[in-house]
């Protein structure tokens, strides 16, 4: 029995391995591990310990402010990409950045681009990377951080990718995916940023750390994982290694779509705990 968990292990291991090989195109060349690295752009990145929430829709700044009162330090908030649910953002823009930042806010920016093949959520399936998915990671990475410079997240602040939940043990799908993430990483890097990455514990962040298991490169710089119905932890998620996305680069969404009342407003949120970095505001 041992022997054959074992030849299991080592096949899981090649198959992480050949996703790599064929995930970027001929010549790109490998970087160093974000996950392990201490000395890269997620190091120098501003940070902040303690409790977050996100929200579909950026709250105002009135609401922010009366949100003060609350447990939560930072605020997640959607900017960009087409795979947004609520595209419509009619507080989110340099000046609320700058209004919530002087409140004493941290703010969390979080890019939904394009999903994965097979994702599970339906109301993504239109959304789907396409044939070239490390070409068009790059491009949406520039998108990305356009559309960061425009709501007044400096460089060195961290955008991270929202990859909704996917069957990544489909072998063509996962190579799509990780080829996708990998061109959006290295891309967001190259323009001065940090890459973070959204998903489901169980599906895309166990992806991310298989792939880092076997070597890959150009993963995110910063893990932010979805485990709800759970106490709030950073380096107890069965899915990630304790040595992977620590310190300091590691958010964990443990309660989703719950309703809060702080200072007389009401918002739908979903909570997090987070020792990770924040977006530099400017």
């Known amino acids: 029995m041992r022997l054959q968990k074992l030849i299991i292990g080592?096949?899981?291991a090649l198959a992480v391995l050949t996703v790599d090989l064929t995930a970027s195109p001929p010549g790109a060349a490998a970087s160093t591990d974000p996950a392990t690295a201490p000395a890269?752009?997620?190091?120098?990145?501003?940070?902040y310990r303690g409790r977050a929430f996100d929200t579909c829709i950026a709250p105002s700044v009135d609401t922010m402010r009366r949100w003060r009162s609350s447990q939560y330090g930072a605020v997640g908030v959607y900017y960009a990409g087409r795979g947004r649910a609520c595209k419509r953002q009619p507080h989110l823009n340099r000046s609320w950045?700058?209004?919530?930042n002087r409140l004493g806010w941290r703010v969390l920016p979080v890019y939904v681009g394009s999903q994965?093949?097979?994702?599970?959520?339906?109301?993504?399936?239109?959304?789907?990377?396409?044939?070239?998915?490390?070409?068009?990671?790059?491009?949406?990475?520039?998108?990305?951080?356009r559309s960061a410079k425009s709501v007044g997240f400096r460089t060195r602040s961290p955008l991270y990718l929202d990859m909704e939940a996917y069957s990544y043990r489909k072998q063509a799908c996962a190579r799509t995916t990780l080829s996708f993430v990998r061109g959006w990483d290295r891309e967001v890097r190259r323009l001065g940023y940090v890459p973070?990455?959204?998903?489901?514990a169980d599906s895309?962040?166990?992806?991310?750390?298989?792939?880092?298991?076997?070597?890959v490169r150009d993963l995110p710089a910063v893990m932010w994982f979805a485990r709800w119905r759970t106490r709030p932890h950073l380096y107890r998620e069965p899915s990630l290694s304790a040595n992977?996305?620590?310190?300091?680069?590691?958010?964990?969404?443990?309660?989703?779509?719950?309703?809060?009342?702080?200072?007389g407003r009401t918002l739908v949120i979903d909570r997090n705990l987070m020792h990770a970095p924040v977006a530099r505001v400017g």
């Open 10 to 12: 080592l096949l899981l």
């Open 40 to 47: 890269d752009l997620a190091a120098r990145a501003p940070a």
């Open 97 to 100: 950045t700058r209004a919530v």
């Open 116 to 145: 994965s093949p097979c994702v599970v959520a339906k109301n993504k399936k239109g959304v789907r990377i396409g044939r070239h998915p490390w070409s068009q990671g790059k491009r949406e990475a520039r998108d990305a951080v």
């Open 196 to 200: 973070g990455f959204y998903s489901s």
């Open 204 to 215: 895309g962040v166990r992806h991310m750390e298989q792939a880092r298991r076997a070597g």
């Open 244 to 263: 992977a996305w620590s310190p300091g680069r590691r958010i964990h969404q443990y309660a989703g779509n719950v309703t809060e009342r702080h200072g």
